[in-house]
């Protein structure tokens, strides 16, 4: 497992998947349907998703209210930002900031990004990057 796995809440578990696994290329680890829960994984980056309704273990400090994933921003690496930003565009997914490169300051360094950012079904923003390495600042 991963030292940081996020667990989101869902409105509808088959569509989060839908959009997560046939979209997005997650793989499907594993599912405990009795919980409406699945964990998933893509190029090394994990998440776990499980219906908000459902009758598993919750972890919440209040009420769910859509979209759930308001002021989540989820930075995601992958090998290939502009094929993958593809695939979401032809699925018609809501792209919330089109394929883009942007360098960010770090110290005396910038690191680069070619990167896009796209709103899962509850509104959790994923922001898929592909490393472009480091120059000076």
Known sequence: ?????????VADLEAS?????R???????????????AY?????????????????????????????GRGMNLQIACSNAARLHARVVAAGAEVVIPLETRWYRADAVEKGAR?????????????????LGERPA
Request: hydrophobic letters at 35%; charged letters at 30%; glycine letters at 8%.
């Open 1 to 9: 497992m991963s030292p940081l796995t996020p667990e989101l809440d």
């Open 17 to 21: 998947l839908g959009f997560y696994v």
């Open 23 to 37: 979209t997005l290329g997650f793989k499907v680890r594993y599912r405990r349907p009795e919980d409406r829960f």
């Open 40 to 68: 998933l994984e893509r190029e090394g980056a994990e998440l776990m998703l499980e219906e908000a309704a459902g009758p598993g273990r919750r972890f919440r400090t209040a009420e769910l209210e859509h979209p759930y």
């Open 115 to 131: 990167q896009f950012v796209v709103a899962d079904p509850d509104g959790y923003l994923l922001r898929f990057y592909q490393d």
